[in-house]
């Protein structure tokens, strides 16, 4: 099953791969939701089930007309589907060719969930640009490369849509089954290829949102979000957003005094996570002006949708 919203270069890679899986085409469908329903991604599945009318398998479109988002999707294409066992992947994976014969192989009769490998590869002429992949954790969950009974899914109502995240979701999801001492397993012969690309200028300045699904994560696991997300609030986020205000206050009612030792404890702070976020690769110095810039920026942005997140979800929430 595979969300897709608009990517049709990567959807395109996705789709290739899946229709040369090594396990029998008759064994297995291909089911697409479009979050972003539009008549090219419907034109390139078409090509793809026209193409593969004969050796592949079958290709299922699907236009998500109601809520969107991956949970959304997902949820979508999960209950359309026909099998007794569901494999998720995104539309920017790169299955590898045993990846649905290796995870069916692992998944026992007592097996619950079974989480595959995810290799996330950086393109060689982006490593020296200081782009490193994420360290993958046993302990996570990620539905790019996942394996679930369907009566499994039917039993946990699918995915909280109220999740825009796909990051976020995939921890409710974990943090649930886990409350259900499902049996999880790990299979690192079913690999999935997700290459990164280089982020957008000021890309993680949009990541400061995310926050506000933090608020409804804590409010549905608040102990599980502890031990595994965050063991306490981000404080220094919040002393660098008080001093920032402090300073700017300090300067509205001619206040020097306040206004120096409010700036120049914002300075610290600021260039205290500037140096942490460069800290252990080379850097161009475009990238080094991103980090400068929203090092600055991120720590009340972050605090701004950590409290619209308590709000909205009305939760204690810091």
């Known amino acids: ?8 270069d990567l959807l395109d890679r996705c789709l290739d791969a899946l229709t040369r899986q090594t396990l029998p085409a008759s064994a297995y469908e291909v089911i697409i939701v479009d979050d972003e329903p539009n008549h090219n991604t419907l034109h390139l599945v078409a090509g793809w089930r026209a193409r593969t009318l004969e050796r592949g398998p079958r ?81 996570t969950l990620s539905i790019a490369n996942c394996f679930c009974r369907r009566s499994l899914l039917e039993r946990l109502e699918g995915f909280d849509e109220r999740f825009e995240q796909a990051t976020h979701c995939d921890a409710d999801l974990h943090f649930r089954l ?63 957003s008080i001093t920032l205000l402090a300073w700017l206050a300090g300067l509205l009612a001619g206040n020097t005094v306040l206004a120096l030792v409010a700036g120049l404890l914002w300075l610290a702070l600021t260039a205290r996570l500037c140096l942490q976020r460069l800290r252990g690769a080379a850097h161009s110095a475009s990238q080094v002006a991103d980090v400068v810039v929203t090092s600055a920026l991120i720590p009340p942005l972050a605090v701004f949708w950590r409290l619209a ?8 929430f810091t």
């Open 1 to 8: 099953m595979v969300p897709t919203s608009g990517r049709m």
């Open 59 to 139: 290709l299922v479109y699907l236009p998500n007309s109601n809520r969107h988002g991956p949970a959304a999707a997902r949820n979508l294409g999960w209950r359309s589907a026909q099998g007794a066992i569901i494999a998720f992947t995104d539309e920017d994976a790169v299955p590898a060719a045993s990846w649905l014969a290796q995870g069916l192989d692992a998944f026992d009769d007592d097996v619950d969930v079974l989480c595959g490998r995810l290799d996330m590869r950086v393109p060689a002429r982006f490593a020296s640009a200081g782009h490193a992949p994420p360290a993958a954790e046993a302990e």
């Open 178 to 240: 886990l409350a259900l001492d499902a049996r999880i397993v790990h299979a690192p012969d079913a690999l999935v290829l997700l290459p990164m690309q280089p982020a957008p200028w000021g890309a993680s300045l949009g990541r400061t949102r995310a926050a506000v699904f933090d608020a409804l994560l804590y409010k549905k696991h608040p102990q599980l979000y502890r031990e595994r997300v965050a063991a306490s609030p981000p404080w220094d986020y919040y002393l660098a």
């Open 309 to 316: 997140g308590a709000i909205r979800y009305r939760v204690r």
